[in-house]
């Protein structure tokens, strides 16, 4: 049996975030192997929600799209 669990959080902008601030979540799987899952924020909601997410090691990327700002989070560790 394969267990799933849900990964969410908020993003804090210095301005309104919107649909411009795009963020990822990367499981880092071997040396090239990635699999990305990408999520944008909405005009009413600065919060995000990945859903089944398998357990493991994984990057948070966060991207505006003006290029304004890039934030990244080195390794998160998804539990069951």
Do not use: W
Not at 40 to 69: H, I, M, W
């Amino acid at each position: 049996m394969k267990v799933l669990v849900n990964v969410h959080g908020s993003v804090t902008c210095k301005e309104k975030c919107g649909p411009s601030v795009s963020i990822a979540l990367v499981r880092l799987a071997g040396k090239h192997t990635e699999e990305r899952k990408s999520v944008s924020l909405t005009n009413d909601s600065d919060e995000f929600l990945f859903q089944n997410v398998a357990p493991g090691k994984y990057r948070l990327e966060v991207k505006c799209v003006q290029g304004k700002f890039f934030y990244l989070k080195d390794i998160i560790f998804v539990f069951t």
